[in-house]
């Protein structure tokens, strides 16, 4: 984390052994998302006039890139909560919760895709309505005329540059999607 974990209490006096136990769970945090930049945590005890028992209420602040997480709701009138300790331990589960969701849409947004792959056209059977491609690797990769993109099947010669996508077939490996190269423009440079 980039700053310390930041503890405050209201209503009941500051505890090492609890301050220590939130520090803790606050670095586990970082197993989930490492870029963690800051964490707030505010224990509270029920004020004087509460009637059902003592029901503690423990608010999570995370700071993460972009976002800001927060786990803090009134306590549900379970046991749980009546323990302070368990209460921390609740809240930071959800905020685990909120931390893994978080990094899933991060992730989801970040999510690089890897080109398609290029090859040629190694042998070409027209009246039979399917080919072969020769991949950069060396192996040859069936694909059918329906493969084709844009209607291309009857313009494809042998020695074609095609990109594809290559999926496991029952035969082995096959081309899903296949389209013609576009050939780059090239720059004469002046002899």
Same mark, same amino acid.
């Given at each position: 984390?980039?700053?310390?974990?930041?503890? +405050?209490?209201?209503?009941?006096? %500051?505890?090492?052994?609890?301050?220590?136990?939130?520090?803790?769970?606050?670095?586990?945090?970082? &197993?989930?998302?490492?870029?963690?930049?800051?964490?707030?945590?505010?224990?509270?005890?029920?004020?004087?006039?509460? &009637?059902?028992?003592?029901?503690?209420?423990?608010?999570?602040?995370?700071?993460? %890139?972009? #976002?800001?997480?927060?786990?803090? /709701?009134?306590? +549900?009138?379970?046991?749980?909560?009546?323990?302070?300790?368990?209460?921390?331990?609740?809240? @930071?589960?959800?905020? /685990?919760?909120?931390?893994?969701?978080?990094?899933?849409?991060?992730?989801?947004?970040?999510?690089?895709?890897?080109? %398609?792959?290029?090859?040629?056209?190694?042998?070409?059977?027209?009246?039979?309505?399917?080919?072969?491609?020769?991949?950069?690797?060396?192996?040859?990769?069936?694909?059918?005329?329906?493969?084709?993109? #844009?209607? +291309? @099947?009857?313009?494809?010669?042998?020695?074609?540059?095609?990109?594809?996508?290559? #999926?496991?077939?029952?035969?082995? %490996?096959?081309?899903?999607?296949?389209?013609? +190269?576009? &050939?780059?423009?090239?720059?004469?440079?002046?002899?």
């Amino acid at each position: 984390m980039e700053t310390p974990v930041t503890i +405050a209490y209201h209503h009941m006096r %500051p505890s090492d052994a609890l301050s220590e136990m939130v520090r803790e769970k606050a670095g586990r945090l970082e &197993r989930y998302f490492d870029r963690i930049t800051g964490c707030a945590v505010t224990l509270e005890a029920p004020g004087r006039h509460h &009637r059902h028992g003592k029901h503690y209420r423990v608010r999570v602040e995370l700071q993460v %890139p972009g #976002e800001r997480l927060v786990v803090g /709701r009134d306590p +549900a009138k379970t046991r749980s909560h009546e323990d302070l300790y368990a209460a921390v331990n609740a809240a @930071f589960r959800e905020a /685990r919760r909120q931390l893994q969701d978080h990094v899933r849409r991060f992730d989801a947004r970040t999510k690089v895709h890897a080109e %398609p792959a290029r090859g040629k056209v190694a042998r070409l059977f027209l009246d039979d309505g399917y080919g072969f491609l020769a991949t950069s690797d060396g192996r040859e990769v069936y694909f059918n005329e329906k493969s084709v993109l #844009e209607g +291309a @099947f009857r313009r494809l010669r042998v020695g074609s540059e095609v990109r594809f996508a290559e #999926e496991s077939g029952e035969q082995g %490996p096959q081309a899903s999607t296949v389209a013609v +190269a576009r &050939r780059e423009r090239r720059i004469r440079s002046p002899a």
